[in-house]
């Protein structure tokens, strides 16, 4: 789950699977133990333990949602050696604009919450976005 923009004018989300298609029921996770996917957009629990689930790619969604929000590439400036342990032991978000709907802001803090159980599903996530 990726998404890609020119300089804030035009966004285009992509939703891909890149051979890590497995059938798994709503609360099931899938351990890797290789790195697959955008590193900016890895849940903490995928950083630390290559442990992927529903939950993971709802974490995905929301950096996916903040990037649509606000055209710009989560975590610039930070250096990729430093990310992984800023986002999975430190907690570090991309910065929420205050120009962002309360609901919207509300809405990707549950969705990149620290721990998997607390995220919302993708039914519940659209419902809030509806």
């Not at 590439?73 to 986002?87: E, S």
Request: hydrophobic fraction near 40%.
């Amino acid at each position: 789950l990726a998404s890609s923009g020119t300089e804030g004018r035009g966004v285009s989300c992509k939703i891909a699977d890149f051979g890590l298609a497995v059938r798994m029921e709503n609360m099931e996770t899938h351990m890797s133990e290789m790195f697959q996917g955008t590193f900016t957009h890895m849940a903490p629990e995928v950083l630390l333990e290559g442990r992927v689930s529903k939950a993971a790619d709802v974490y995905a969604f929301g950096i996916t949602l903040w990037e649509l929000f606000t055209g710009g590439k989560p975590y610039q400036g930070i250096p990729r050696a430093l990310l992984g342990h800023r986002v999975a032991k430190e907690g570090h978000r991309p910065s929420l604009p205050l120009v962002m709907p309360e609901g919207y802001r509300a809405l990707l803090k549950k969705c990149w919450d620290q721990k998997p159980e607390n995220r919302p599903s993708f039914a519940q996530a659209l419902e809030e976005l509806q």
